[in-house]
């Protein structure tokens, strides 16, 4: 399970800055209102090959104020699911008693700290540092988030304060199954069909799982891993801190999977949410299957499923390659019908194909259906390989990696699928300029 660290501080010490320079993109909201960030931002990050979540919090006031007990809330929480937290302080405003109180509720926690002086945008500045190393933090970094000053030096920081990894080691033929979406639509149900026995906590309750729950079973041979997750909520309606910690946990749960299966609740249909949360899925790259659960809670004919099927298809348009399944996990109903597509999925998330066949197939399209002009270039694919898997990743070489459009290169990843079963699972393919 990868670590977590928080950036914590006063409003407007540009700690949504800080954060988009460490994940290396822009999500949290930035702006000069102090108090805009108000609700905690997850992102992930990566340094020297550790990998890590990163939590931008809403800032610290000791004043009151609007929204204040909600953020102080939060803070706490993102403070306590944190092994490394980073103090972002403002080097031009200087060390201010609010720092001080704040620094004592940080030391109450006796996590890793490293204080990071923003706003440090030149060598002229970074004296200004100095007067914070009496807060007593294990590490001072002087950083400037506007300008990327620094920021290596604290991604330098940071890893080296991380915990060792202590996620579980399962075989490599272990398949990890991950139930995702929202809260009681029947994750925790369908979970205990699987296992066949009452392995986690039911109830009728919204959020009953808080946290993640790893279980080994066998079938049929094949070894398997359950893990139940809290349901995700939608991150802006949430102010309670057990929700947000619960929606960290299903994304590390998320990361630890091979096979995510989004439950879908049949008497209350497909909502928006349904969509934000599969989002989660693909952006780690994880095999997916579409599993429609309380089948037994609506009435039904002959063309119920194809027409589930066709309105899945519908609000789902970027998972045309993602299986279904109807099942019941209540009744126990055609729960059988979900592990040969866990099977199917999962050994497609972990295939392999030749560099010549698919150099032939990749070849063999762009003759059938050669690329138009883009960027006033044309496109040139000299080369394709895997790369890896988990999720399968090609490679295409080209003349200008500006030159594809992205239009194309969707056309090359559908005849890639055509020729190849890719059933369940993404495929990340990207473009690189041959040098």
């Known amino acids: 399970m990868r670590s977590v660290v928080a950036i914590v501080g006063r409003p407007n010490v540009g700690k949504s800055t800080v954060f988009n320079r460490l994940i290396g993109d822009r999500v949290s909201i930035t702006d000069d209102t102090p108090g805009v960030t108000r609700d905690r931002i997850y992102g992930r990050a990566s340094w020297l090959g550790r990998q890590f979540h990163l939590i931008d919090t ?10 204040l007990t909600e953020i102080k809330a939060q803070v ?88 060792e990894s202590t996620d579980e080691v399962y075989d490599e033929e272990t398949i990890r199954l991950c139930m995702i979406g929202r809260p009681n639509v029947g994750k925790s149900s369908l979970t205990n069909a699987i296992l066949g026995y009452e392995r986690v906590i039911v109830s009728d309750v919204q959020g009953t799982t808080t946290d993640s729950i790893d279980t080994p079973f066998e079938r049929d ?11 995700l909520r939608k991150r802006g309606k949430i102010f309670e801190s057990l929700d947000r910690y619960s929606a960290l946990r299903a994304m590390q749960a998320i990361e630890r999977s091979d096979v995510c299966l989004l439950v879908i609740d049949a008497s209350t249909g497909i909502l928006e949410q349904d969509k934000h949360i599969v989002g ?45 399944a109807f099942v019941s996990a209540k009744q126990k109903s055609r729960i059988q019908t979900l592990f040969p597509l ?30 138009k002009e883009h960027n006033q270039k044309m496109v040139k694919v000299y080369y394709s390989t895997q790369v890896g898997i988990k999720p399968p990743s090609i490679v295409f070489f080209v003349n200008d990696d500006s030159a594809m459009h992205f239009s194309y290169k969707r056309y090359l990843e559908n005849r890639i699928r055509e020729r190849f079963d890719f059933e369940g699972t993404p495929l990340q393919i990207t473009l690189r300029k041959r040098s």
């Open 58 to 67: 809403g800032g610290i006031e000791i004043s009151d104020a609007p929204f």
């Open 76 to 163: 706490e929480i993102a403070i306590e699911e944190s092994e490394v937290i980073v103090f972002l302080t403002d080097g031009k405003a200087g060390l201010t008693p609010d720092d001080r109180i704040i620094m004592e509720m940080l030391h109450q926690s006796q996590k890793q700290i490293i204080v990071a002086v923003n706003k440090t945008d030149n060598v002229d500045q970074i004296e200004n540092a100095y007067e914070f190393y009496e807060l007593g933090a294990h590490a001072v970094v002087a950083v400037s988030g506007a300008h990327g000053i620094g920021i290596g030096n604290l991604l330098d920081e940071i890893v080296n304060r991380l915990p």
């Open 221 to 231: 041979g094949k070894q398997y891993v359950a893990v139940d997750t809290a349901g």
């Open 280 to 324: 989660y899925a693909m952006d780690s790259g994880k095999a997916i299957i579409l599993v429609v659960n309380k089948w037994d809670a609506i009435e039904r004919d002959d063309k119920t499923m194809s027409e589930w099927t066709k309105t899945l298809r519908n609000e789902f348009p970027f998972l045309l390659y993602v299986p279904i």
């Open 342 to 371: 866990v099977d199917k999925v999962a050994e497609n998330h972990r295939r392999r194909i030749s560099t010549s066949v698919l150099n032939e197939v990749v070849s063999d399209a762009m003759l059938f259906n050669p690329p």
